[in-house]
């Protein structure tokens, strides 16, 4: 008996052994997951909504919480205000103006075929951008930076399960022309606060749509579902309207196959068709005030513009300035004037018979004529010059309207109708005047002139380079020019503006400035 209760005392003790073991293993597992969740980086969640009003059928999917983290891109102090951003083929940079610091802010591969103003954020504080277009393997994606703290705030794909990458082979597929949509001018708009960022993708369902990113909660919201795709927004100054326009086709060169011009109003959050189009594209030039704009038409058979028209985009009244074709129109809307430009002889081109060749101006100043005298508010035209332009511009520092021929720029007309002297040495360069009025910068531009020059109250040239081509940026205080060539940046100081050398990245191509 004393063998036996000894045996059995072992076999006791083994089971405590074994419980007490397996006891410690589950509790040493316990306190180690919970150890690796108190070191979980931060997420940021970026909260998917639909708004589907009472009226509007709209298909209403699932709330998702996509998490995006935080990335912190750098580990120095945050970029101060004054700073210029560059755009390369392998991401971005922020350059600090005083010190001449220059941090990479991203590593995202980035192509020359958008407005990289488009996405400096009003207050400069954001920047968002495109990137993955460049592969079927890749899934493009919205990205936005916060520059001051150096972090990546959204990442965001553009497309979902039924339009894909590697899909969008052939014109016409629902794939291809969502991409197209995607990559299109205007795609993406911060509203005129810098809180919210409109932006077209193509995340749910066969067509490219219009989505909301809002700053101050990370929120990810779907605004619209046309048959077509929606393309080309643009806030109205108060924030409460955006107007875009939808495009069954984007063709192959000769024009689209549009489908109608919306707007979405905040307010009622609907979108509104405002008119169905017959057109083969449409250009946006302005808000006139905080519920009209004016836009006008192309048409492929007559190869010009047409229907230069006001839209009321609360009543949708429209008031037709021309109805015939022309070449080119630029508007100041600060001064309510424009210009336009019939370069041909336009057949079949809007409804109004033919115009003569030149320079015709139009705005509340150009009176319209009645019985009584000129009728106040109304908005008349006139023909102002025999001259042949094939490309008209405006620069609001100084409220400037250029005018392009054969040779380049031809005239510079300021307060509506004095034309400015060009000097021979950069006659045919496009002006860039800084902001204090000073001194402009005149770059490249259509011609094939290359070069970069400064002047002083349009005397006293200097040559910065001749071989460039682009865009340069001046400094807030207008003293200081940024350029870029090849893998180079540079900078020149008034008032002598010699050139010196801020950054050098080798074998990096430099694509684009953004102040």
């Known amino acids: 008996w004393i063998w036996i209760i000894a045996i059995v005392l072992v076999v006791m003790c083994c089971c405590l052994l074994v419980i007490g073991g397996g006891f410690v293993y589950f509790r040493s597992q316990n306190t180690s997951y919970s150890n690796g969740s108190e070191i979980l980086p931060n997420v940021t969640e970026v909260i998917v909504n639909t708004i589907t009003p009472e009226d509007t059928v709209l298909p209403t999917p699932e ?6 983290p935080e990335i912190e891109l750098n580990d120095s102090q945050p970029v101060p205000s004054e700073q210029l951003l560059m755009t390369t083929r392998s991401g971005i940079w922020a350059i600090n103006e005083t010190t001449r610091e220059a941090v990479q802010l991203s590593y995202d591969p980035l192509d ?38 150096q972090i990546s705030t959204l990442q965001l794909e553009l497309t979902g399960p039924i339009i894909q990458p590697g899909l969008e082979s052939t014109h016409g597929d629902p794939a291809f022309e969502a991409f197209g949509a995607m990559q ?27 989505y909301l990113f809002n700053r101050t909660d990370n929120s990810i919201t779907r605004l619209t579902d046309e ?34 011009l919306w707007v979405y109003d905040f307010n009622s959050q609907k979108a509104q068709l405002m008119e169905s189009l017959d057109s083969n594209g449409e250009e946006f030039l302005a808000w006139m005030d905080n519920s009209s704009f004016l836009i006008n038409s192309f048409s492929r058979i007559c190869g010009g513009l ?3 028209r006001i839209v009321d985009a609360t009543s949708f009244d429209q008031q037709v300035i021309v109805d015939s074709g022309f070449t080119a129109v630029a508007y100041d809307p600060e001064n309510k004037f424009g210009m336009f430009s019939v370069a041909y002889n336009y057949d079949n081109c809007g ?63 300021y307060d509506n109708v004095y034309s400015l002297n060009i000097l021979p040495e950069i006659k045919g360069l496009k002006p860039y005047p800084a902001p204090s009025g000073d001194y402009w910068a005149w770059a490249s ?32 205080d207008g003293k200081t020019i940024y350029f870029i060539e090849n893998n180079q940046l540079f900078l020149a100081n008034a008032p002598q503006f010699d050139t010196e050398l801020l950054l050098e990245l080798p074998g990096v191509e430099l694509l684009a400035l953004v102040k």
């Open 63 to 68: 709330d998702t919480v996509l998490p995006t």
């Open 112 to 149: 020359d075929s958008w407005e990289v103003n488009d996405g400096l954020s009003p207050d400069k504080k954001f920047f968002a951008y495109f990137t993955g277009f460049g592969g079927a393997s890749i899934n493009p994606r919205l990205v936005v930076l916060d520059v001051e703290n």
């Open 184 to 210: 299109f001018t205007d795609s993406l708009a911060w509203s005129p606060d810098g809180t919210r960022l409109a932006f077209v993708a193509a995340r749910d369902g066969d067509s490219a749509d219009i």
């Open 227 to 260: 048959a077509g795709h929606a393309s080309a927004l643009h806030w109205s100054p108060d924030g409460q309207l955006l107007q875009y326009m939808s495009v069954n086709t984007f063709g192959t060169g000769a024009g689209f196959d549009m489908e109608g």
């Open 306 to 308: 047409y229907n230069l």
């Open 351 to 413: 409804s109004g018979e033919p115009l003569g060749v030149g320079l015709l101006i139009f705005g509340e100043s150009v009176p319209v004529l009645g019985d009584d005298g000129p009728i106040i508010g109304e908005i008349g035209r006139k023909k102002f010059e025999e001259v042949i332009a094939y490309s008209i511009g405006f620069i609001p520092q100084g409220n400037l309207f250029t005018v392009y021929g054969d040779d380049g720029l031809q005239n510079i007309y």
């Open 445 to 476: 531009y259509h011609s094939g002139k290359t070069g970069l020059w400064i002047t002083e109250n349009n005397d006293n040239p200097i040559q910065l380079s001749p071989l460039f081509t682009g865009t340069p940026v001046w400094s807030q």
